[in-house]
């Protein structure tokens, strides 16, 4: 049985049960959306759960809540420690839920890292797998789930139907605001993604936090993880550029990795750790300031 989260901001038993919920809606690689009357259970408590965090996010995340997260976080005045003390942090993100394949934080990042690694991809790849997820310690700063995980999508710019749950942005105000209802709102055709704001979320946040440090196919995956209407549906293709759809082969390389990599047999991690410590410090500082 899930335990019920009474943070009304926050109103996921885990953040997993996103996760869970986007491996439903997409359980074939590549493909678009599962139509989603065929998967939707409306009584079904996690569906309900799922609805209400997706209610909160398209209504709250809007230009102005994106700059306003930015101006905050990305001061990174937070904490500073090393690279793999910050994935400990993270693993408090405990899910109590507990059914038999829901992971620790650190369990999915170690088996998307080793399924990327399996498959001969070079050592920047694996990194990345390890540590695409880090940007959810916003929730241990006290973010609600809906500034922390989610699809994420442009602001700024009407809002596409091919979003999940589209119809939840009609309490968003930016919807109602001319500058940002047009297809193109605050944006020019194929203005490219990097003079795009984002919805703020964890996949924003690591980006900024290794920008850096990592190649740029790896900073495109990190970027644009949850971007789902881009990398399924190209809802968003007239604000890309060339250069953004040359680098969305790589999110498309590391998507499948993200999503069906979950296994039961779990990665021993006192083995991997030597690896993925010797990687960090090939690749990143000694610390991170959060
Ligand atoms: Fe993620
Ligand atoms: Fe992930």
Redesign the pocket.
Known sequence: MKKQNLDENSPLASLEEW?DDVLKRYPEPGQPAKDKSEFRNYDDPEITRVREFYRLNHKYQTYENVLAKKANFLKFDKMEMPWWSAMDYLNQLIDESDPDLNLDQLQ?LLQ?AEAIRTDGYPDWFVLTGFI??LGKVLCLFGEPQWNVVGDSFPVGCQFSNSIVYPELFADNPDSRDERFNTKYGVYTHQCGLDNVQMSWGHDEYLYQLTKDYLPEPALYMIRYHSFYSQHREHAYDHLLNAHDQEMFKWVDKFNPY?LYSKSPVQPVVSELKPYYEDLIAKYLPATVKL
């Open positions: 996760d999915h998307t695409h997820d993200d």
